[in-house]
């Protein structure tokens, strides 16, 4: 930020912003990286997707480089209503200045302009990802399940879902 306003733009993700966005995820847990790689490469292959509003991954952009990602999707069971967060990672050097809040403002604005009843975004019980639950929790979201081990033993996924 600066002069209290942000130094960087919300916008869709593009195609050529992938390598980007794989590195930011890949900093954060090489696994993740990987399954994001696979995710970006079927979304941007499939221009239904990208055509559709059910689904669109954002990136956060300053001076030209992309320093943060998150996204949305429909219910992949086609609830109605339903949508979820997808890929939300900012750039280990500019967190702490609202990037994750801006980011994710902008996908709750996105899912409640589709009059959705809820959405729901799943992560981790390693402390890695602390930060990210405490932000969720911020924003109104409430652990709704966990599933005890189901990373590894001892890493649990957490579900945390809120009222739109």
Same mark, same amino acid.
């Given at each position: 930020m600066t002069d209290g306003k942000m130094s960087y733009e919300i916008r869709p993700m593009a195609? &050529?912003? =992938?390598?980007?966005? %794989? &590195? *930011? *995820?890949?900093a954060h847990e090489p696994t993740d990286g990987d399954c994001a790689a696979r995710y970006y490469a079927e979304y941007f292959g499939d221009p239904q997707r990208i055509a559709s509003a059910d689904e669109e991954p954002l990136v956060a952009v300053e001076e030209g480089g992309v320093i943060g990602v998150c996204g949305f999707q429909a219910d992949a069971y086609l609830t109605p209503d339903i949508y979820w967060l !997808?890929?939300?990672? %900012?750039?280990?050097t500019? &967190?702490?200045?609202?990037?994750g809040s801006a980011l994710l403002q902008r996908v709750i604005e996105s899912v409640r302009a589709f009059e959705a009843r809820k959405l729901f %975004?799943? =992560? !981790?019980s390693d402390p890695i990802y602390q930060d990210a639950v405490e932000l969720y929790e911020r924003f109104g979201f409430q652990v709704e399940g966990v599933l005890a081990d189901y990373y590894e033993e001892g890493e649990d996924s957490i579900m945390?879902?809120? &009222?739109?």
């Open positions: 195609e &050529r912003d =992938t390598d980007e966005v %794989v &590195r *930011i *995820i890949n !997808s890929w939300f990672y %900012v750039d280990q500019c &967190r702490g200045r609202g990037v %975004v799943d =992560t !981790s945390l879902g809120m &009222r739109m």
